[in-house]
């Protein structure tokens, strides 16, 4: 399952680059809202980075599910039959990983426009990781839940966005101490939090797949 | 008589149409069976709920022994449909989209598209696209082969392949065929139904 979900993004590989574009267009975007204020826009960055990602993360998400609906594909994968969770867990580690990538893509567009050089890399890194685990998972499950209505495109952001706060709030505070410079390691705190909602969104999400999809 | 397809009062509406009124019917373990009826008459909804695509409203039907309702994951395990749908990705070749069900060397020799294989299937014609449903269905193995119009958009060549695909199933598995092809399977047919307006006639 895992294979035959980075094939298909591979396949679709053109499609990451609009993405890209997209994302990086509105940190763009954002940078004009607070203008020549160079401690504003490095004191914002973490939050914009993300507002970046999460806009982004709506076109790949709602885009994953295409590939599915255009034959039915995944009603015959169920038929054969496949546990749902297998298909929903290779589908949210490709999210994921088109997420992350997205994201670390993304870093150096903000390093640039907001001059915001991160002090920890390698924490920074870590926060994409784990943020991105926490969009892609509940992403995933309402992308699915979301690939057969005509609205889709509308419904996928209003069911998304109130549930992945919690994730976004700590992924926004924990990259933003490793922008700015965390003296007291309150970003530790931040990131097990972080890890806390991703293990939620995970495992709940992987149990309701099943219910979801299938009619 | 043992039923490898034991339909119970069946019924199933979209809105407020109802695409199948109340149908019962059974079909012997082992045998041919023919469905015909017009477009719309409930030939495609009836195979979807045996292959638990979908679900009944009312009624209940027995794959196996196995209720399509309660039971769906053992109907999986039997059954394999050759739907409308083709259940295809685009973006994938024909041995990749196989993959998903088994080892598609042998199957995809069987059914002509081996010298097509590395190629995606955005490039195939409707008629290859079925071909490779058809193979799809095979490298299954089950033991109750549902079939939605299997000689649709296929040329001379195709419709041999079905007929003799069919006769070699034939006493291995249990066949339920829709088709619109009234003389060609009623040869072969062991039992044959028609519905007209989502009854049995």
């Known amino acids: 399952m895992l294979r035959k979900e980075l094939l298909l993004q591979w396949r679709t590989r053109a499609q990451f680059m609009a993405v890209f574009v997209f994302g990086a267009a509105s940190l763009l975007l954002f940078s004009f809202a607070i203008g020549p204020n160079s401690v504003a826009l490095r004191t914002f960055s973490a939050g914009f980075l993300w507002l970046g990602l999460l806009l982004s993360s709506t076109l790949t998400l709602s885009e994953s599910f295409h590939a599915e609906m255009e034959n039915r594909a995944l009603e015959g994968l169920l038929l054969i039959p496949t546990s749902p969770q297998a298909i929903y867990y290779a589908k949210t580690i ?95 705190s931040w990131i097990t939090l972080l890890s806390a909602f991703v293990a939620i969104y995970w495992s709940l999400c992987g149990l309701l797949f099943g219910r979801v999809i299938e009619e | 008589m043992e039923f490898a397809v034991d339909v119970r009062g069946v019924s199933r509406r979209y809105g407020r149409r109802w695409a199948l009124a109340e149908v019962s019917l059974a079909v012997p373990t082992g045998a041919v069976a023919m469905i015909a009826g017009s477009n719309g008459s409930g030939k495609s909804t009836l195979l ?102 299997p000689y649709g958009q296929l040329d001379p060549e195709g419709f041999r392949l079905v007929d003799e695909v069919v006769s070699e199933l034939r006493g291995k598995a249990t066949i339920v065929m829709a088709t619109h092809q009234v003389e060609r399977v009623g040869k072969f047919a062991d039992v044959k139904f028609e519905l007209a307006q989502g009854r049995l006639r």
Do not use: C
């Not at chain 1, 870093?107 to 991160?118: K, N, R, T």
């Not at chain 1, 920074?124 to 995933?140: D, E, Q, W, Y």
């Not at chain 2, 259940?87 to 020799?109: C, I, T």
């Not at chain 2, 097509?116 to 490779?132: N, V």
């Open chain 2, 48 to 149: 979807r709920i045996l292959a638990t695509a979908i679900r009944p409203d009312l009624g209940d039907a027995l794959v196996g022994g196995f209720s399509v309702k309660k039971e769906r994951e053992d109907v999986r395990r039997l059954t394999a449909l050759l739907s409308h749908y083709s259940y295809l990705y685009e973006a994938l070749n024909a041995r990749e989209n196989l993959s998903l069900f088994g080892d598609p060397n042998a199957v995809l020799a069987r059914v002509g598209l081996a010298a097509r294989a590395e190629d995606p299937i955005s490039s195939y014609s409707a008629g290859m696209r079925k071909r490779l449903s058809f193979a799809r269905v095979l490298l299954q193995q089950p033991k109750v082969v549902l079939l939605d119009e």
């Open chain 1, 94 to 188: 490709a999210n994921w990983l088109q997420l992350a990538l997205l994201g670390i893509a993304l870093v150096p567009v903000m390093v640039v426009l907001y001059d915001a050089g991160p002090q920890s890399i390698g924490r920074l890194l870590l926060v994409i990781l784990l943020g991105s685990a926490g969009l892609s998972a509940p992403g995933t499950l309402y992308a699915g839940m979301t690939a057969q209505l005509r609205a889709k495109q509308t419904l996928l952001p209003l069911l998304f966005f109130p549930l992945i706060v919690p994730a976004l709030l700590a992924s926004v505070k924990a990259t933003s101490l490793a922008v700015l410079g965390d003296p007291m390691d309150q970003g530790r």
